[in-house]
C-alpha cells in the first residue's frame, strides 16, 4: 500500500470528524511515513509497520470518545463513547451489545417511571387538596409530596448507576484497546 492509499483510507476512516482532529491525525501520520522515507525505508514498508488505516482510524475513534467522556459526562459523549468502544471489535460488538441493549432499555424505562410518577405525584399535591372524598386534606399534599421526592430520589440513585456503568464501559475500552494494541502491532 503507499502512502496515498494508506492516507486516503485513513481519512475515510475518520470522516465524520472535525477536520482539526482529522489534520492532527493525519500530520502524525505523514510524519510516520517522513520519517520511515528519511531512514531508507519504502512506503510500503512504512504502511505495511502503520498497519490498517481502518483499524487506526476506529482507534483514534474510541480514545477521542473516551476522551470526550472524561471531560464531560453528559448523554451525548456517553453515546459516542458506547459507540466508538462498540467500534474497536466485532467480537465486543456480538457480545456486548444484547447486553447494553438491555441495560440501556431498564434503564430507559426506569428513568420513564420515575419521571411519571414525579410528575403524578406533583398532580396529587397540587390537586389533592381540593378532592372532597379525603377526610384530611393534608393526607394527599403529603402523598403527593412523598411521591415526588421517593421519585427524585431513585432518579439520582438511577444518575449514579448509569454514570457508573459509563465509567466501568469506558474502563473495559481502554482495557481492550490495552490488550489489543500489541497484537495489532506485532501484525504490523
Do not use: C
Request: hydrophobic share 55%; charged share 15%.
Amino acid at each position: 500500500m503507499t502512502r496515498n492509499e494508506f492516507m486516503t483510507r485513513l481519512r475515510r476512516g475518520l470522516s465524520g470528524l472535525s477536520p482539526a482532529v482529522i489534520a492532527e491525525a493525519a500530520a502524525d501520520y505523514e510524519a510516520h511515513f517522513d520519517e520511515a522515507l528519511a531512514a531508507g525505508r519504502t512506503e510500503q514498508d512504512a504502511a505495511s509497520a502503520l498497519g490498517d488505516p481502518a483499524r487506526l482510524a476506529r482507534e483514534l475513534r474510541a480514545e477521542l470518545g473516551l476522551k470526550r467522556w472524561d471531560a464531560s459526562k453528559s448523554p451525548s459523549s456517553a453515546l459516542s463513547a458506547v459507540l466508538a468502544l462498540l467500534g474497536l471489535g466485532a467480537l465486543d460488538i456480538l457480545i456486548l451489545l444484547p447486553i447494553l441493549m438491555s441495560v440501556l432499555s431498564a434503564l430507559v424505562s426506569l428513568f420513564l417511571a420515575v419521571i411519571v410518577v414525579i410528575v403524578a405525584g406533583g398532580g396529587v399535591l397540587v390537586a389533592g387538596p381540593f378532592i372532597h372524598d379525603f377526610q384530611t386534606p393534608w393526607l394527599p399534599v403529603f402523598g403527593g409530596l412523598a411521591m415526588v421526592t421517593g421519585g427524585t430520589a431513585v432518579g439520582a440513585i438511577l444518575t449514579l448507576f448509569t454514570i457508573g456503568l459509563m465509567n466501568a464501559l469506558v474502563w473495559f475500552g481502554r482495557l481492550h484497546y490495552r490488550l489489543i494494541k500489541p497484537a495489532i502491532e506485532a501484525q504490523g
